[in-house]
């Protein structure tokens, strides 16, 4: 089983492979319910095995491979998605209830 220092140090490393700063990492971690203390010594020993981390962060993505940089973009393509799809169930009951009363006309009319 991990531990909480081993928990914290993969998270803290996780964190800055992904482009985070430390100190945000850090923070996250107290805001989770972690202790001063044990952040604090989970980013000393990331900052000993910094070389690694860094070389991980610099390291180039290849151009087939660029992931979105802003994660609204994404969330407003599935806006759109929704609100087509939205109308379009909205058109087919437009389309329903007419034909429904082309149908029945001479009972609603009546």
Do not use: C, W
């Amino acid at each position: 089983m991990e531990s909480r220092e081993d928990e914290l140090v993969g998270g803290l490393k996780n964190a800055l492979e992904r482009g985070e700063g430390l100190s945000d990492a850090m923070q996250s971690f107290l805001n989770a319910g972690y202790t001063p203390q044990e952040v604090e010594l989970a980013s000393r020993k990331v900052n000993e095995a910094g070389a690694v981390v860094k070389q991980a962060v610099v390291s180039p993505v290849s151009s087939g491979n660029k992931l979105p940089t802003s994660p609204r973009l994404v969330e407003k393509k599935k806006g759109h998605k929704g609100l087509i799809i939205g109308l379009l169930i909205a058109l087919g009951f437009i389309v329903l209830a007419l034909v429904l009363l082309y149908v029945f006309q001479d009972y609603v009319f009546a």
